[in-house]
């Protein structure tokens, strides 16, 4: 069996990965907002993490039409409610499980969100680029690291009140940003 030749080059060469091993990364990166996408549909837990595992299989199955500069979330979305809808047919005498028309429009509507939350995130980094490099550290250690409030302070030989007073000007400074820059976008 060949490798399909359609990874994006500019990515695998770059982080130094096959292209089967940058399929891979991609697919448990996005684990978790694959789950939180099928349990917007479902609404049960443990249904979502049989879909989800029979995503997983089916993308990787798949990989080969995976296409270079697309783009993956959206491609493992469209695969995942194929997997829901499937799932809903196939249990669909249950009375508690949702119609497949229901499931198109929530899918769609959870789509949505997450293309909305992509363009936060990428203007979330963008203002922390800019924050100076004190700030991004204090926001690295907090939200990054999960350190708490006491440890940052004692690790940066500040007081308690400092960090918090530091952290909420920052968390007001990036709330700005983003807002402006998604304004932007529009």
């Known amino acids: 069996m060949s490798e399909p030749d359609h990874y994006p080059a500019h990515e695998t060469s770059r982080a130094g990965v096959s292209p089967e091993e940058f399929f891979v990364q991609q697919i448990a990166e996005h684990q978790d907002r694959l789950f939180g996408y099928v349990f917007s549909l479902l609404g049960d837990h443990n249904r979502a993490s049989d ?3 029979e995503t997983n299989l089916v993308l990787w199955r798949k990989k080969a039409q995976f296409q ?3 783009p993956f979330l959206p491609w493992a979305f469209a695969i995942a409610r194929f997997q829901v809808l499937a799932h809903v047919r ?3 005498r249950d009375r508690c499980i949702l119609d497949a028309e229901l499931v198109e ?3 769609e509507q959870s789509e949505a969100s997450a293309e ?3 363009g936060v995130r990428q203007a979330l980094r963008q203002c922390i680029a800019k924050l100076q490099p004190n700030h991004q550290d204090m926001i690295r250690r907090r939200y ?3 350190a708490s409030i006491n440890e940052i302070a004692e690790s940066l030989e500040l007081g308690v009140s400092a960090v918090k007073v530091g952290l909420l000007r920052i968390r007001r400074r990036l709330a700005e940003c983003v807002q402006t820059q998604m304004a ?3």
């Open 68 to 70: 270079a500069g697309q």
């Open 116 to 118: 909305q939350l992509d």
């Open 105 to 107: 429009q929530l899918a």
């Open 51 to 53: 879909v989800l595992q």
């Open 90 to 92: 196939d249990r669909g």
């Open 144 to 146: 990054y690291r999960s």
């Open 184 to 186: 932007q976008e529009k």
